[in-house]
């Protein structure tokens, strides 16, 4: 295949084209000239845009035309004598996955070209082994190990299958192995702890099992305790009944009797038929009581009226004594006056004088006292007459109250007294038998009801025994619920014979893959020591002409790993030892031997190369240079450089 022409609304290409020739292409731009982006662009019109890639990385954002104008872009090749023109367009959401194949001149599409990936045909590979042999670009010059690098080799240098794959077989038998052994979500490891698992399970519901049925015996032994004290409690109540109903029986005998004073109290309390009561007591005493004032008024009537009697005298006394004493003082004035007329007879005339007014004045006094007397005698006569009426008529009352509650009012309060007592402890007696009446209809249970011998059971002890057996019952519960959560026994036992048998298969099934593996290991080898000393001779062959002769040779592993030797030594060195320029000489030596191993058939791929030289001095450029010219004789080569040296370094080689 050769590339002949290329269009490209690409990144920072705005429809740009390049032409292209057979044999070595030297493409020299400048640094953000553009090469990088042709480059990928190659790529993607061969193989598509890049699936699964998120973020800045992503070619869709990568790659977008910063012109803002769709992304698209076109290539002319030839292939086996024929011209083909491959078209690519987004549309949509598509990054340029509109990918259309036809002859150049015409409209004639070729449906096989004309998928997602056309390079599968074009290249005689996919892109993975592409892009690590003909697809060369710095700094990602170093070869890393490849699935389908590794089955395209195996198929030159074996039977010419290209489905086998060592690495791919082997990765996925440890896949296997690391699904069946890996300790984080093996089969196997899962398998085991399942059981260990189920095993733990099927011993605690042993233990729960035992420990149930420890409890449940002990909540049995508990129980018949209870019930024991329960029957002693029972018979203690049996036979307190039975001294209950003896005291009933007692209570309703003083009933009676209480009942017959009653009878007897009230049968004194009748006169002429009619029971005395409280009231006619309580009228009697009222009777009696008015009496006593009526009598108490008529004493002090008769009192005020004795002291009445003998008040009219004094007055008349006391007039005559004035008289008396005045005829005294006029003698003794008239003597005094006769004999010897002095100041003392004017005094004793002075106290006749007073005298005699004294003596008037007792005069009219006791007149108008008389007359005053004789009133108030009049009205305390009155009085003493309706004191004594007032008397009569109480006592009438009194006697015949006294005649109606027997006459005896003493007597009367002294049955009363005895009748309310009495009633008082019918009452009470009547109220006693009343509230143990109730133990009447069990009479004839507690009759022959005896008292109960040696037992201590109380029910402060069945309330601690109750409370217990609540605890047990509460810790059965709980060990029930466990059993019951754990599963069936059953069911767990049948689960674990699954899960052993399972951890049996795996294990046998771990055994073949690790044998597989071996054997897989031992073929792998076998296979490297046919292709390995292929590539290793070409890669050698490669690196000497690059370097002059002074590494004439390079070793690799299936990892990848290479090393290489001087040409005066006998150790090779490993990658990480050589300088940039020769580390990059010998995976471009790599990279050119596999290329013409797996892509240099009849109809060669091109060799995409961007910026392989940029690390050579200038006697290994042109040394590599004309490697590369020998080879673009069989195969179109494309390099493309940022330096002006490639084509000089050419011109010097011609």
Not at 377 to 397: C, F, G, I, K, Y
Not at 485 to 507: C, F, K, M, N, Y
Request: hydrophobic fraction near 45%; include cysteine.
């Amino acid at each position: 295949m050769i590339i002949k022409r290329m269009t490209a609304t690409f990144g920072k290409l705005t429809n740009e084209t390049i032409e292209l020739a057979g044999g070595l292409n030297i493409v020299e731009m400048p640094n953000e000239g553009g090469k990088t982006t042709w480059c990928a662009f190659i790529r993607t019109m061969l193989y598509g845009p890049k699936s699964g890639e998120r973020g800045h990385a992503a070619d869709k954002v990568r790659w977008i035309p910063w012109s803002g104008a769709p992304m698209e872009g076109t290539m002319e090749a030839e292939h086996g004598g024929v011209y083909y023109t491959l078209s690519r367009r987004s549309r949509g959401g598509s990054f340029m996955g509109d990918c259309e194949t036809v002859i150049t001149g015409t409209a004639d599409r070729i449906p096989e070209l004309s998928g997602k990936s056309p390079g599968d045909a074009l290249i005689g590979a996919p892109e993975s082994v592409f892009r690590r042999s003909a697809f060369i670009r710095r700094p990602a010059i170093a070869v890393d190990s490849d699935f389908e690098l590794e089955r395209k080799i195996s198929s030159l240098v074996s039977a010419g299958d290209e489905r086998d794959s060592f690495g791919e077989a082997d990765a996925r038998l440890a896949k296997k192995h690391r699904r069946i052994r890996n300790r984080q979500g093996g089969e196997l490891p899962e398998a085991e702890a399942r059981a260990a698992e189920l095993e733990k399970t099927l011993s605690r519901i042993g233990e729960a099992s035992l420990e149930q049925a420890r409890i449940s015996a002990e909540i049995e032994a508990y129980r018949a305790a209870a019930d024991e004290m329960r029957e002693n409690i029972a018979q203690r109540e049996l036979w307190e009944k039975k001294k209950k109903a003896q005291r009933w029986a007692a209570a309703s005998e003083m009933e009676r009797v209480k009942e017959k004073a009653l009878s007897d109290a009230k049968a004194a309390l009748c006169i002429s038929g009619r029971e005395i009561t409280q009231a006619d007591t309580a009228l009697a005493a009222d009777a009696s009581e008015r009496l006593s004032a009526a009598l108490l008024r008529q004493t002090e009537a008769e009192k005020a009226l004795g002291s009445l009697s003998v008040g009219p005298g004094g007055s008349k006394k006391l007039w005559l004594i004035s008289l008396c004493a005045f005829a005294a003082f006029a003698i003794l004035a008239v003597i005094f006056t006769v004999t010897e007329p002095t100041a003392a007879a004017l005094a004793l005339f002075a106290a006749a004088a007073l005298c005699a007014a004294v003596a008037v004045y007792g005069i009219i006094a006791s007149k108008s006292a008389r007359e005053t007397a004789k009133n108030i005698m009049q009205r305390a006569e009155n009085a003493l007459r309706e004191a004594t009426r007032a008397v009569d008529s109480a006592r009438a009352e009194y006697d015949s109250r006294l005649a109606f509650i027997g006459g005896d009012e003493a007597r009367a309060k002294a049955l009363l007294d005895c009748a309310a007592a009495a009633e008082r402890e019918y009452a009470a007696a009547k109220n006693n038998a009343a509230a143990l009446y109730y133990l009447r209809d069990d009479e004839a249970l507690v009759s022959s009801a005896v008292e109960p011998e040696g037992k201590t059971a109380t029910r402060e002890m069945l309330e601690r025994t109750t409370e217990r057996i609540s605890v047990l019952s509460r810790e059965l519960a709980v060990a029930q619920g466990e059993v019951k959560h754990l599963g069936d026994p059953a069911v767990i036992a049948s689960e674990l014979e699954l899960t052993r048998q399972l951890v049996r298969e795996l294990t046998l099934e771990e055994d073949a893959v690790s044998a597989a593996r071996a054997a897989l290991s031992e073929a792998a080898a076998l296979m490297r020591s046919r292709f390995s000393p292929i590539v290793s001779a070409a890669a050698g062959e490669y690196l000497s002409a690059m370097t002059g002769g002074r590494y004439p040779a390079i070793f690799f592993d299936r990892e990848m790993r290479f090393e290489t030797r001087r040409r005066d030594e006998a150790v090779p060195r490993p990658s990480v030892l050589l300088s940039e320029g020769t580390e990059d000489q010998m995976y471009l030596a790599v990279r050119l031997a596999i290329s013409q191993l797996v892509l240099g058939g009849p109809e060669p791929c091109p060799l995409i190369l961007d910026g392989v030289l940029d690390s050579f001095d200038d006697e290994r450029a042109s040394l590599a240079l004309k490697l590369l010219k020998s080879i673009a004789e069989k195969r179109q080569v494309i390099l493309f450089t940022c330096h002006t040296r490639e084509k000089r370094l050419l011109s010097e080689l011609v």
